[in-house]
């Protein structure tokens, strides 16, 4: 792999050292107007939130903007990031979990943002805070089932920290009711990283049968259903892409079908995706830093995990690219220089025969990559750089030594 966005990987190197995250612009915005005109054809009423917690950088944030979507905010500071960026209260989702005091008093000063709650316990807590009723409030429903390309990213089921069980929801939204809540919306997000089409419409479904339950005798009628995320991305070349367009087909007529069943109207139907809008328009370049013939062949590189959290994490797999290497396939290990042996960022892969000096690139590193980097063995968090229309700038400086002494009270 010689380039992204038609711009030399050595260049971009040379220009900004490494390790370094670079996102095109240009395949981030494409994958928006693909899913969104995915959507349109199927079921107007739609709106799509990029999820902050992916990427929160906010030339990324200001990108999105520009292409018409939406986020969703999982904290206070994602909040001041999304308007910072431009967005406004009304295209804010908010959707946390476990909130502080700090947390709900903040959320409630900010007018006409979706509040998504988590728990009925959130909604008592924001009400002791506030004193004031919120206008609009949805629930996170836990339907009991849940799937995820890994363990440790499945949102939903027995196991999961996330949401209502859903036989809890309907006494939820009765005393919300009760409180004097108006206007009412639903959530329920399954899962990360699917790529099976059907599986969003099961439990698009399953989303659309619990809110029946749930509103049936309490005279409400939702103006809004938030279906979540965890639309995924292939990571390994033989994984095939999600087909949105199918998706989206699946999912609006399930929507449409029990809306009219059970007199919901049309709704406006929220997707809040992250990975599949940001993810492979995102790159993160190292440079080979020394290479171990022992046991097994290590290429270490100056990218590790505290720069890429999710292979130790739990285990992600990232496909791993050389720049300009014609030489044999070799079987290898690619590794970091943190002091951990969780510090391994691929297994058993095959590239081409790599020496000191060399450069590769991790694949599909736009979403949940630089946003869990850490300065773990006093290592600096790298650069951003941003490619459109053939030009690239950078977007966010790596740290550096004073950033480090910066934050201490002398």
Request: proline share 4%; glycine share 8%; aromatic share 12%.
């Amino acid at each position: 792999m010689n380039t992204i966005g038609n711009i030399d990987i050595k260049e971009l190197a040379q220009k900004y050292g490494t390790p370094l995250y670079v996102y095109d612009q240009q395949k981030l915005t494409a994958n928006y107007n693909r899913l969104k005109s995915a959507l349109n054809k199927y079921y107007k009423n739609n709106s799509i939130h990029f999820t902050v917690k992916a990427n929160n950088n906010i030339f990324v944030l200001k990108s999105f903007k520009n292409t018409g979507s939406k986020v969703e905010a999982t904290s206070p500071i994602e909040i001041k990031l999304a308007e910072a960026a431009g967005f406004s209260g009304e295209e804010i989702f908010y959707n946390g979990n476990y909130e502080s005091h700090e947390d709900l008093e903040f959320i409630t000063s900010r007018k006409n943002i979706k509040i998504n709650l988590d728990d009925y316990s959130s909604f008592e807590r924001l009400l002791n805070i506030n004193k004031k009723i919120p206008e609009r409030i949805s629930f996170r429903i836990n339907p009991g089932i849940g799937r995820g390309g890994f363990e440790g990213i499945t949102t939903a089921g027995s196991d999961a920290k996330f949401g209502i069980p859903y036989e809890m929801a309907h006494n939820a939204y009765k005393k919300a009711k009760e409180a004097g809540v108006k206007h009412f919306g639903i959530h329920m997000m399954t899962g990360s990283n699917n790529l099976e089409p059907y599986y969003f419409a099961e439990a698009v479904d399953k989303l659309m049968m619990i809110a029946h339950d749930i509103f049936s005798g309490l005279d409400i009628i939702p103006e809004f259903v938030n279906i979540g995320g965890g639309f995924g991305v292939p990571y390994y070349d033989e994984e095939p892409e999600l087909d949105v367009d199918l998706m989206a087909k699946l999912i609006s007529e399930i929507f449409i079908e029990r809306c009219e069943k059970y007199g919901f109207g049309m709704p406006e139907l929220i997707l809040e995706p992250g990975r599949y809008l940001i993810a492979n328009a995102g790159y993160l370049i190292s440079q080979v830093t020394g290479i171990k013939n022992g046991y097994r062949k290590f290429i270490g590189i100056d990218a590790g995990m505290g720069t890429i959290a999710r292979p130790s994490l739990y285990g992600a797999h990232h496909r791993v690219k050389a720049y300009n290497n014609s030489s044999p396939l070799e079987k290898v290990n690619i590794c970091g220089q943190y002091c951990e042996n969780s510090d391994i960022l691929a297994k058993g892969i095959s590239l081409p025969k790599l020496s000191e000096g060399d450069l590769v690139t991790i694949l599909d590193a736009g979403a949940y990559c630089y946003v869990m980097a850490s300065s773990y063995n006093s290592r600096p968090i790298p650069a951003e750089v941003m490619i459109s229309s053939g030009e690239h700038k950078l977007i966010r400086r790596r740290e550096n030594f004073d950033d480090y002494m910066s934050l201490y009270n002398f």
